[in-house]
């Protein structure tokens, strides 16, 4: 007889721990073959993450390998493209050969959970730093190394000012446990640096609401808030960040920070694959009965912080924890098996066992049984249970050696350079801000997707001699690029400005051997010597 497939989509708590529990309960005469998609091949514990940003634990210790958490699951390392709930179908991404495979189902298992998004904020996609993933904790480690590297040789007391502020959207548990890890982190390694004053560092978290961490009762988050205030970090409450510029954060009360380092822990938004679905969704995220069945489609499931989960009991949706999507996972896959055996289902309920936060520094906050703890306490338990929730014994192991090294041993300051320069980026500007100066040295060219620019150049006199106005489709700074000298002029932003510019490399390359795009630069760079000489 022909298995029946159950197919999984997302590689997060919600889908791996499906996977596990169908594992343990079924039968060899169930006759289920149980597959995964996900477009990595281990699961991130998310609770560890900041940690990262510290080096306390090392980058691999968060993470397990889910061919091992389950290994009777057939593993798919794709992306899916597309699910068509109607032919029982879901198309994936190509591999390394270029052509997309399509996967056939009998039951559907939708875990993908949620996204980061900036699309709300001005800005934030190309200059905040995201922090959701294991690769953005990695990137933000080597990102604050370097600002301090910078800061450490750089002579400009108001640059260096820009490099050693760090600046935290979010005042949630993602927010705080990255702002704490990030305090600890900066002001342990500056000691290392000769030439910087830690008096200079200012570590800031930005909240919208009057109190940290309010998920929490009203006494953990002010405990909270007076720590990380009493170490050194700048609390800004009833604030939200507006949008960002390769050079400040932007506040809503029209204020800038002057900042190299911008974190955004903004609320995530819907998965794309979700909002392209046909099924009945509330907010975003795909409606389930009691027992996690998407309503109107027989056969396909949905769990975690992709899944709009009613507690039958309370009647209260669950919130999108990984305690909850374990729980859900657990009563999905047994309920997924009674289906097959035509077995009774069972209403999912669960009652949070608590909230737990860490402060860094060997302090936390916990609200564990209605118990509130604070302090070293708390830290012991934020410790405790994490670890025993961590799933591999070898990754528990890994993580208390880690952690004992971490009371002995200095942090770690090296700077892994991992990632390819990119060629071609988006960058945001405010009105009035400088793109570049007159002198700089030429490293990139620059194309308007949207707003206005205009160049000056400042002669002997001192005095600013406009040279013209660029708009949308133009573009501009091709000269230093083409002479190799520096430039000849500066370029501010007259409005809001988008653009997208090309790096040195890119554009040699395509100077040299595309000869209509080198005969249009050199035209151009002739009417603008013209039109500068006049």
């Not at 875990?111 to 996609?125: E, H, K, P, Y």
Request: net charge positive; hydrophobic share 40%.
């Amino acid at each position: 007889m022909k298995p029946t497939r159950v197919l999984i989509i997302g590689g997060g708590f919600g889908g791996v721990y499906t996977a596990i529990t169908l594992e343990k309960h079924l039968k060899a005469n169930d006759n289920v073959e149980v597959g995964l998609i996900s477009k990595e091949n281990y699961l991130v514990f998310q609770p560890m993450l900041p940690e990262v940003i510290s080096g306390s634990i090392g980058i691999l210790d968060t993470i397990a390998p889910i061919r091992r958490l389950c290994p009777k699951t057939n593993l798919y390392t794709r992306e899916v493209e597309s699910i068509d709930l109607k032919n029982k179908r879901v198309m994936t991404s190509a591999g390394f050969r270029p052509q997309t495979s399509q996967l056939e189902y009998d039951h559907l298992v939708i875990a993908v959970g949620n996204i980061t998004s900036f699309s709300a904020q001005r800005g934030l996609a190309e200059h905040a730093l995201p922090f959701k993933y294991l690769g953005d904790g990695l990137v933000l480690r080597n990102h604050v190394i370097r600002a301090l590297e910078e800061a450490d040789i750089e002579s400009d007391s108001e640059f260096r000012r820009a490099l050693l502020t760090f600046v935290v959207a979010g005042g949630g548990f993602s927010g705080v446990e990255a702002v704490a890890e990030l305090n600890d982190f900066v002001r342990h390694a500056a000691r290392s640096f000769r030439r910087i004053n830690r008096a200079e560092i200012r570590v800031i978290l930005l909240h919208a609401g009057p109190l940290i961490l309010p998920e929490l009762s009203e006494n953990l988050g002010q405990f909270a808030q007076k720590l990380l205030q009493r170490r050194g970090v700048e609390i800004r409450l009833n604030t939200r960040l507006a949008g960002a510029t390769g050079e400040s954060a932007l506040l809503d009360n029209g204020e800038r920070v002057l900042t190299k380092t911008l974190v955004s822990t903004v609320p995530s938004a819907p998965n794309p694959l979700v909002a392209s679905l046909p099924c009945k969704k509330e907010k975003g995220r795909i409606v389930v009965n009691k027992h996690l069945e998407v309503v109107d489609y027989p056969g396909v499931w949905a769990v975690g912080d992709c899944a709009w989960v009613v507690d039958h009991k309370t009647w209260q949706p669950c919130p999108p924890t990984a305690q909850h999507a374990t729980r859900q996972a657990a009563c999905l896959a047994k309920n997924l098996i009674a289906s097959l055996r035509q077995e009774p289902k069972q209403a999912f309920s669960f009652e949070a066992l608590g909230k737990l936060a860490a402060l860094g520094h060997r302090s936390a906050v916990a609200e564990v049984f209605g118990v509130k703890l604070s302090g070293f306490v708390a830290w012991l338990l934020w410790r405790t249970i994490y670890l025993m929730k961590l799933p591999g014994l070898d990754r528990k192991l890994r993580v208390s050696t880690d952690w004992f090294l971490d009371l002995l041993l200095p942090p770690d300051i090296v700077q892994l350079k991992l990632d390819k320069t990119t060629s071609v980026i988006r960058e945001h500007f405010e009105p009035h801000e400088i793109i570049f100066r007159q002198g700089d040295r030429g490293d990139r060219l620059y194309v308007i997707v949207e707003g206005e620019v205009e160049l000056f150049q400042e002669g002997p006199d001192q005095v600013p001699h406009l040279l013209g106005r660029l708009g949308p489709g133009e573009c501009f700074g091709e000269m230093a690029l083409v002479n190799d000298k520096p430039r000849m002029a500066t370029a501010r932003s007259i409005a809001r400005t988008n653009l997208l510019s090309v790096d040195q490399h890119a554009f040699g390359a395509l100077f040299a051997y595309h000869p209509p795009l080198r005969r249009m630069f050199e035209a151009l760079i002739d009417e603008r010597r013209r039109s500068t000489a006049r």
